[in-house]
């Protein structure tokens, strides 16, 4: 098929690297429907009145919101290709710091909105028994740090439901991948996407640390380049045989084999305990 005849449904567009994506798919010539809390923003930001270009106001946490942008996209362009799940934001503090209101909150944009435009699209992939979700995850939903432990956990969340969805939707066809980037040079960072908690307690003081140097220091100076991670995005839905994980950067590729590495000592260390439950003939 040509581009033309390509759809792609993308989340959380109105900055960073979604927003660059549409930017690159429209230049492409594919059908783009993007979602964002607000169409206005979004429109301006894209600068494109084309129509093959489709801005949807959507609110990820309504079923029925996402139901129908959805429905929308198939009435104008026919069908959905491609899926890019990329809405999300960060939470950063302590567990002990993050409220309940705080943690459901980032649970229901990067795990709960993630699973209603899933399920709304899947049936129309089923159906054409092709289709590529592209889930935008981290290098950070392999590991954890102090005062991360809220904002991996929906990333470890996004990881593992890619992981069964994988094997669910391969008799139809349809491919999933995890794109997993380490530090990309976008303004995640700044107060509208990294979110601290209200409530801090100075005895954190190795969290109070890592606010400070998020909200100071990093931003600009990330590794990632946002182009070449949304162009990479492209370039993965052309592959036979895409792959699951997917990380980009340098910075993420130093992340992961940290973490390998450290769960791979720690299960051996303790290789004599772990055996030691098994019933003994």
Not at 156 to 180: D, R
Not at 230 to 251: M, R
Request: net charge negative.
């Amino acid at each position: 098929m040509k581009n033309e005849n390509k759809t792609w449904f993308i989340t959380g567009t109105s900055q960073g690297i979604g927003l660059i994506l549409v930017k690159q798919l429209l230049k492409q010539g594919y059908n783009v429907a993007a979602t964002a809390r607000n169409a206005e923003t979004l429109k301006k930001a894209v600068g494109s009145s084309s129509l093959q270009f489709l801005p949807l106001q959507v609110d990820l946490v309504d079923e029925k919101s996402v139901k129908q942008a959805v429905e929308t996209t198939v009435a104008q362009f026919g069908s959905i290709d491609y899926l890019v799940n990329n809405a999300g934001y960060g939470l950063i503090g302590g567990i002990e710091e993050s409220s309940d209101a705080e943690v459901r909150a980032n649970f229901d944009v990067n795990v709960f909105g993630l699973l209603n435009v899933t399920r709304a699209i899947l049936p129309y992939m089923r159906q054409k028994k092709l289709g590529h979700i592209i889930n935008i995850s981290s290098v950070f939903g392999l590991l954890a740090g102090a005062g991360w432990g809220i904002y991996c956990s929906t990333k470890f969340a996004v990881e593992a439901i890619s992981e069964a969805l994988v094997q669910e939707v391969k008799p139809f066809g349809i491919k999933v991948t995890l794109i997993e980037p380490g530090y990309v040079r976008t303004n995640f960072l700044n107060s509208s996407s990294l979110i601290a908690s209200k409530n801090p307690i100075s005895d954190y003081t190795e969290i109070r640390e890592a606010v400070r140097t998020h909200q100071e220091d990093l931003g600009g100076k990330q590794l990632g380049d946002p182009e070449k991670v949304a162009a990479l995005i492209q370039q993965i839905t052309t592959l036979e045989a895409p792959p699951l994980h997917l990380l980009t950067g340098s910075d993420a590729y130093q992340f992961a084999n940290y973490k390998i590495d450290s769960l791979k000592n720690e299960i051996e260390a303790n290789k004599e305990r772990t055996f030691s439950t098994d019933f003994t003939a």
